[in-house]
């Protein structure tokens, strides 16, 4: 592990934590952040929710209660309502919602009689475990024409999409399961995006481009490049495990840049036959 690339990894996010406080107010889009940190925007959520412990909302959120907590206790000539709407809330009702949710005091109480020690046990840096040692390898992999379903909404329902996707892959001549390998592009995270804009696509090695189909496949590619990859054995449902742990703990120790393509999924043995315990799922990370 190199301590400068650690460094450089953590000034980076700093940058981030200056902009977000020099432009509290105004619209912090995933894009504008990611170019603040010269992160790829199809990877810098995940990356930010790994380093800081929370989503870049709920980071942006807590820094607005912050200040307005500060002028409930300092300003007493302000009003709660005009706080309310300086921490771009669209109502004081929204604004008492968040803050007694995240202090357990109304704006009133608090401005009142501040519960200090709580306040600042919201604000205490979480422990991010960073001594995980797995195996990961550096890869080239070569260019791949997929053809992809394309899931959009709630992870619950994927299992929809996927009955759809295993539909054209018997019926299909252009992607035959024994011979053809099978992918999923991870676009989100479905423990930090909105369920409804969630979005996974489901993908079937092909090596002509596929007609159209009463199942809505599309064209797509996996481009040729080089990739970090850590195989992940047993149920699908840890996998979020060992992709945190490429994101929090590998890449920043790497000196490896991302590039622009989501993180992907190539399922090894999963053909709807073999036992959960047993799937094996190969993760990659698309590095510069």
Known sequence: MSKQAVKRYANRMEQVYDYIQAHINDDLSIE??????????????????????????????????????QQLAYNQTMRIIDIALEANFESPEAFSRA?????????????????????????????????????????????????????????????????????W???????????????????????????????????AEVTKTIPDNAQGLVNKTIPGGKCAVLRHEGSLKTIGDKVRHLYCNWLPNSSEELRDFPCFFHYTNLNGEMPEDELITDIYLPLQ
Not at 102 to 112: A, K
């Open 32 to 69: 504008k952040l990611s170019e603040v940190a010269c992160f790829s925007k199809f990877h810098f959520h995940r990356q930010f929710s790994s380093y800081t412990g929370m989503t870049v909302g709920k980071f942006v959120l807590m820094q607005r209660l912050k200040r307005a907590s």
């Open 169 to 203: 892959r018997k019926t299909t001549p252009y992607s035959p399961v024994t011979s053809h390998r099978s992918f999923g592009l991870v676009y989100d995270d479905p423990d930090t995006v909105e369920p409804a804009n969630f979005r996974f696509d489901l993908c």
């Open 99 to 167: 803050f007694k949710n995240t202090f357990g005091q109304t704006p009133s109480q608090f401005r009142q009689s501040p519960n200090w020690q709580n306040w600042r046990a919201q604000y205490a840096q979480p422990i991010i475990e960073r001594n995980i040692v797995m195996n990961i390898d550096l890869i080239e992999f070569e260019h791949t024409m997929i053809a992809a379903l394309e899931h959009r909404g709630p992870a619950e329902k994927i299992e929809n999409s996927l009955k759809i996707f295993r539909e």
